[in-house]
């Protein structure tokens, strides 16, 4: 009797963990000096503790540098949002620069389709961001 107990109340604590959907969507523009960037490859991801985010959506920038990513998975706990831009303007050096926008918490939505967009503007990539790093991996 007692193990039964252990695996009902075990089952239950696994089935209410499984979390709530909850997604999220940004659009902008992006350019490069005067000129609009396309074909920019952009990913949506869920920051998770773990060794590997959650990867929402990934598109390239259309040809006058607009985009628009949406996305939702299951989490516990309310989703962290960001967007990482890879980009060659204004750079020769190997791999690509990395810029990551963080979306704010009041534009994730429950259920699978946003409520509301965040509008990021338009995003200059040609000047130095801060937190801005390097990336060879991300086609892979």
């Known amino acids: 009797f007692r193990m039964l107990l ?3 109340f075990s089952f239950f604590s696994l089935s209410s963990a499984v979390g709530r959907t909850q997604s999220v969507g940004i659009k902008g523009k992006l350019m490069c ?7 920019v490859k ?13 990867l929402l959506d990934q598109i390239d920038s259309r040809d006058d540098g607009t985009f628009e990513l949406n996305g939702h998975t299951e989490e516990i706990s309310n989703i962290d949002p960001k967007l ?7 750079d020769i ?3 690509q620069r990395r810029i990551s926008i963080l979306i704010p918490t009041s534009y994730i939505s429950t259920g699978p389709n ?13 000047g130095k961001w801060d937190g801005e790093t390097r990336d060879c991996l991300h086609r892979l």
Do not use: S
Request: aromatic fraction near 8%; glycine fraction near 6%; charged fraction near 30%.
């Open 84 to 90: 990482n831009i890879y980009h060659d303007c204004e």
């Open 33 to 39: 000096d005067d000129k609009p960037a396309g074909k």
């Open 42 to 54: 952009l990913k949506l991801y869920d920051v998770d503790f773990g060794p590997v985010d959650d």
């Open 6 to 8: 252990i695996l009902l």
């Open 114 to 126: 946003p409520r509301k967009i965040y509008d990021a503007g338009t995003i200059q990539l040609a």
């Open 93 to 95: 050096l190997p791999c």
